[in-house]
């Protein structure tokens, strides 16, 4: 998968220049091989993915990417060209052998890179990497998967190997899950490497199967709002609900949530602790709710397909407590305009981060204006189209 760097969208060529004219400064010689991967939001299915179920992203238009050359030596350097991502921006080490294994450390922007190095399936030597986003950082946008997947498949543009998507969707997240130490689902590596413009993906988490489903966008518009909130996610909030639903599926008698519906649920509700019982109604209902949600959207049903948005975010908000008070403030206000919106829920991990909101594109102007009147904080708007996933760029 291959692309021309004529046929980017605008913006990506913007930022592809800027990261080659980076590349010539730090490196002094021109990056030769490059890749771009997507950031991503997801329209339905929310911490369902690493309970077997189903989720319902699409990818966005913001994107990192990642250019390279080979150096001949035995080192690899790497350059951000993010400045607000914890210091150094430049780091170098040995290519990894039987000698010298990679191992996590700081800065931990360059974990996310080192990780998918030391998982790669081809045998790697000495390159010049600079790597550069417009996926806003640790805005629930899946900036690190896009991070990840840019540098997989620029090293596939420099050390060719047969690997599949998932492979290579697998391998970004195990490098997530050693060298970040988020035990994120599959998710967002998945969508950054095989999304496609004008489709959201139906994946299904068990068989890791997907399909892609047309998004007819005409008069619609897909509006991401970022609160600009972070609350910690990767510490301790994220892992535990991974926990509460394990606990959920070995307490039903099920291999994962995914095999479970909510009779069974109740059936075994006076042997759970209540919260295990919430966080296991949130993960079976909103498997169902996906299913309906797609199968609304392919019949043009858009008012189902809202509806059951905001069912996901209360659902999300009251039984797996992953919202904050500033997305729920932002659902809120967008779902009092009287008309012109079909739904609005948190997207990603939670805790801060983005909603993401369908609606008539004439809504739009009213939406942002009633957000910057009556949201407490600063709020960013994206109206996005779904693009197309991770390709490697033939530079010109
Ligand atoms: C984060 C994780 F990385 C995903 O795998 C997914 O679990 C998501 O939170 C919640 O749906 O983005």
Not at 245 to 266: F, H, I, K, Y
Request: net charge negative.
């Amino acid at each position: 998968q291959v692309m021309s760097s004529n046929d980017l969208p605008e913006s990506t060529k913007e930022l592809l220049l800027q990261a080659q004219s980076t590349f010539q400064e730090k490196f002094s010689a021109k990056a030769t091989h490059g890749a771009f991967a997507p950031g991503r939001v997801n329209l339905i299915g929310e911490h369902t993915d690493y309970n077997d179920g189903f989720v319902f992203p699409i990818a966005i238009p913001l994107v990192t990417i990642a250019i390279g050359r080979l150096n001949g030596e035995d080192v690899i350097r790497v350059f951000t060209a993010s400045e607000d991502v914890d210091k150094p921006q430049f780091i170098s080490f040995p290519v990894p052998g039987e000698e010298s294994k990679l191992s996590p450390g700081s800065p931990s922007w360059a974990n996310y890179i080192k990780g998918v190095i030391a998982h790669y399936k081809g045998a790697v030597s000495g390159f010049d990497m600079v790597v550069s986003t417009s996926v806003p950082l640790g805005g629930g946008l899946s900036s690190s998967a896009s991070v990840e997947v840019s540098t997989h498949t620029l090293l596939e543009s420099l050390f060719p190997t047969e690997c599949s998507q998932l492979e290579k969707a697998l391998t970004c997240q195990r490098a997530e899950h050693t060298f970040a130490g988020m035990p994120c689902g599959i998710m967002d590596q998945f969508v950054s490497a095989m999304g496609c413009r004008d489709h959201a993906l139906l994946i299904d988490c068990q068989s890791k199967e997907s399909k892609l489903v047309r998004l007819d966008l005409s008069g619609k518009s897909i509006l991401i709002i970022n609160c600009n909130v972070k609350h910690q996610l990767t510490g301790s909030e994220y892992p535990s609900r991974r926990q509460n639903c394990a606990d959920a599926a070995a307490a039903l008698g099920v291999p994962s949530l995914r095999s479970a519906d909510l009779q069974l649920l109740r059936q075994h509700q006076s042997e759970l602790d209540e919260l295990i019982y919430r966080r296991a109604r949130h993960v079976i209902s909103e498997i169902r709710r996906t299913e309906e949600a797609v199968a609304a959207l392919e019949g043009g049903d858009l008012e189902t397909f809202g509806r059951l948005m905001v069912d996901s975010h209360n659902s999300l908000r009251d039984d797996f407590e992953v919202s904050c008070p500033e997305l729920d403030s932002l659902v809120e206000i967008v779902m009092s305009l009287p008309e012109g919106v079909y739904g609005s829920r948190m997207t990603g991990g939670g805790f801060g981060g983005c909603t993401v909101t369908l609606c008539d594109t004439t809504a739009v102007d009213t939406i942002k204006q009633e957000v910057t009147k009556r949201y407490r904080g600063r709020a960013t708007f994206i109206e996005c189209s779904a693009a197309d996933g991770a390709r490697i760029i033939q530079l010109s």
